[in-house]
């Protein structure tokens, strides 16, 4: 008996902690993607900054089809050639000496959260344990992630939390300054907030975080599971501000559509997470490490990250034309590279989740980030053709909203 699943179907048989869109979609290509009616739709959400080569990128097809005829998984009892290779490359081109790998960001800012702890513990005692975060951040759904991310609609309810996590002002370094002090373990930042509005950390604020750190021995963490790996047109973020961390997290973009996440370190803190302190089943999967590092190695070409700029400047372009046609429909265009947030202006106050609809029904996925910013964050080589029909289609969104 063949039987086809319906979106009615997905709310019958889930727990209802997401409201996904009416399509049901089954196939893509590129930065195409189709839904059961064969309707078409441009992809400018990109999986939430995951499908950095769009989808089915033969490159990664070829990754995970020759992997998938010799292993596909062995645990942490035994080392694999995939994830060497993957680590290696990780090291050879960021700041890091050091790589954990796992299956998520979520997993990474785990691991990257309890290194700092264990490492203060190691060094100074238990006492120095207090982790400075910042308000509107965001690093994931775990309880002690949710903590750290410090937006409260996000911890309520679950409570009591993990202790020790206090929030600062994003790019306020007086802010952080009041709160530092000889208990601080670590503080952790994403030098460009994701979810939290699209919002790039101003460089004096980073340069500021990373004298503070020194001065209080404490650890710069930069999640980057958003704005790694090409997504802002450096490999990583923080190589746009010459500041570089004790620890980064990666994900997303990273696994190209497979689940994976890494957590990279320097030789200073690494040995901290010692033997046994720490661990995932899946962590270095063969599967996941073979696509991840074929598209890390697709992603780092000069040429690839080149383009990531030059697109930055095409949908920016096209997003302020669009507000300009329509009696300034954004406040702000903002962001880097390919992770672009559009601000809704007063008239259209709290409408970002109605417009994300309304270019659904007209043929372009978008993502938003909170109530009042659309975001995009599309394939990392999505070709100019695909963007201009993207626009277009997002175009007739905001007129379909308007009338
Ligand atoms: C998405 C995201 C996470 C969480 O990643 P998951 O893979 O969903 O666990 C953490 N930090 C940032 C900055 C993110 O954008």
Redesign the pocket.
């Known amino acids: 008996m063949s039987w086809t699943p319906s979106r009615e179907d997905f709310d019958h048989y889930f727990v209802p902690n997401y409201a996904p869109q009416p399509e049901l979609l089954v196939r893509g290509e590129g930065s195409r993607v189709w839904d059961q009616n064969d309707r078409e739709y441009v992809d400018f959400a990109g999986g939430?900054?995951v499908n950095a080569l769009g989808h089915r990128h033969p490159v990664l097809m070829e990754a995970l089809k020759t992997q998938a005829e010799h292993i596909w998984h062995l645990s942490n009892v035994y080392a694999n050639e995939p994830e060497i290779r993957l680590a290696r490359s990780l090291v050879e081109h960021t700041f890091a000496d050091k790589v954990f790998l796992c299956s998520?960001?979520?997993?990474a800012?785990e691991a990257a959260f309890k290194l700092a702890r264990r490492h203060a513990y190691l060094k100074h005692g238990e006492a120095k344990h207090k982790i400075i975060a910042f308000k509107q951040s965001?690093?994931?759904?775990s309880l002690f992630?949710v903590t750290v991310g410090g937006q409260e609609k996000y911890t309520e309810g679950f409570r009591p939390a993990p202790q020790g996590i206090v929030h600062a002002e994003f790019n306020d370094l007086e802010s952080v300054r009041a709160l530092m002090d000889d208990t601080t373990c670590a503080v952790v930042v994403?030098p460009m907030q994701?979810?939290g509005g699209v919002r790039p950390a101003d460089a004096d604020f980073l340069k500021g975080l990373r004298t503070l750190c020194d001065q209080y021995e404490a650890l710069l963490v930069f999640?980057e599971?958003?704005s790694g790996v090409g997504r802002t047109g450096e490999l990583y973020a923080y190589m746009h501000y010459g500041v570089k961390p004790d620890i980064l997290t990666s994900?997303?973009a990273l696994g190209g559509g497979f689940p994976v996440?890494a957590m990279l370190a320097t030789d200073e803190v690494a040995p901290s997470l010692g033997v046994g302190t720490h661990g995932s089943t899946y962590g270095g999967n063969p599967l996941a490490s073979a696509v991840s590092y074929a598209a890390l190695e697709f992603i780092r070409q000069p040429e690839v990250l080149a383009g990531v700029k030059e697109r930055h400047e095409w949908f920016v372009s096209g997003l302020k034309r669009i507000s300009d046609n329509h009696g300034g429909l954004f406040k702000e265009v903002r962001g880097m590279g390919l992770l672009i947030g559009a601000e809704m202006a007063d008239p259209w106050h709290g409408r970002a989740k109605d417009l994300l609809q309304a270019a659904m029904a007209e043929g372009v996925m978008t993502l938003v980030a909170g109530p009042n910013i659309l975001r995009l964050a599309p394939s990392l080589i999505i070709p100019p053709s695909d963007v201009e029909e993207g626009l277009a289609r997002l175009e007739r969104a905001v007129k379909r909203l308007a009338n």
């Open positions: 939430i900054a998520s960001g979520l997993e800012n965001f690093h994931g759904r992630t994403e994701g979810e999640d599971v958003q994900a997303k996440g």
